[in-house]
């Protein structure tokens, strides 16, 4: 058999302009895509509109232009993706997958069970029998059962969804659909073969997993490298992480791959630079683990006022 062709992405929320644990993860999608001549796309994942701010989807997409981190095809944005993302939720509830749920948030926290993210759904509504035209937000009923993956540098991953997070919003009260829903739905739209992104978003995946095999959706592989932390807070607007600065793009760059463990080429212009670091790009030197601190001075130390 013919292994498929390699189709990875990039899909940055525009919540802020670019900082360097994005720009990471940027790097890593990139030159694993350009290593194996492939595919790479981006993805703007506005789907939770109300976090979106103004100004930052331009800002990403100029950054990564600045840096030599060239995109094939369209831009994607979640924003345009409302009906796609209702085809599924309409099919994950014709296959009895998913079902309506009116709890409020002190209702869920007063069931008390905590789980990986968050109080686990008790499954309250789960038989309730809701009429279509209040306002409910809905829910994907987690598969019994384990489910596991190989992630290519954090090794086998498997969860308990029914006991580790129970019965999951797909689709919020609100009307917004939920990212799991979303990004399932946009990865396979994209013929995705290939994730690379943080570990932050580890714990979320056995429910992307869950959500691909209840669509009927191939699962890509997947590659989760650390995310790096700052006083072990991971970097982020929250947490006041600087932007990464187009005029030091090829420090930036020197920087990210340091972080991922590759070595660094000899200064060039950052295309010269991501070339020769995609000829050069092994995953079996990604650090393993969730979380890497950034060391003043030390290996992946940007931006230097942290
Ligand atoms: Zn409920």
Not at 129 to 154: H, M, S, Y
Not at 158 to 169: E, I, K, P, T, W
Not at 219 to 233: I, K, N, Q
């Amino acid at each position: 058999m013919t292994a498929a062709r390699y189709i990875g992405r990039f899909a940055p929320s525009p919540t802020g302009p670019l900082h360097f644990g994005s720009l990471v993860a940027a790097v890593a999608s990139w030159l694993d895509a350009r290593a194996a001549g492939g595919r790479w796309h981006l993805r703007i994942e506005d789907v939770d509109a109300p976090r979106t701010v103004p100004g930052a989807e331009d800002a990403i997409l100029r950054t990564l232009e600045a840096l030599g981190l060239a995109w094939d095809g369209p831009v994607v944005r979640q924003r345009d993706r409302a009906a796609r993302y209702a085809e599924a939720l309409e099919k994950l509830r014709a296959g009895g997958l998913a079902y309506r749920c009116r709890c409020s948030r002190r209702e869920i926290a007063d069931s008390g069970v905590h789980g990986i993210d968050g109080i686990v759904y008790p499954g309250t509504c789960r038989h309730a029998a809701i009429p279509a035209d209040a306002p409910a937000a809905t829910r994907f009923l987690a598969p019994a059962g384990e489910v596991a993956f190989d992630d290519r540098v954090q090794g086998r991953v498997s969860q308990r969804l029914a006991d580790d997070v129970g019965d999951f919003v797909v689709h919020r009260r609100d009307g917004l659909f939920a990212y799991q829903l979303a990004v399932v739905v946009d990865d396979a739209d994209l013929g995705v073969t290939d994730v690379v992104r943080g570990a932050d978003l580890l714990d979320s995946t056995p429910r992307q997993v869950a959500l691909q095999r209840a669509l009927g959706l191939p699962t890509p592989r997947y590659l989760h490298f650390p995310v790096a932390t700052h006083g072990g807070e991971k970097l982020s607007k929250q947490t006041l992480a600087p932007a990464v600065d187009a005029a030091e793009g090829l420090a930036a760059l020197r920087a990210a791959l340091a972080f991922l463990g590759q070595p660094v080429p000899p200064a060039g212009a950052p295309e010269a630079l991501l070339a020769a670091a995609a000829r050069q790009w092994e995953p079996a030197r990604i650090p393993r683990g969730r979380a890497r601190e950034l060391a003043p001075g030390g290996a992946g130390a940007y931006p230097r006022g942290l």
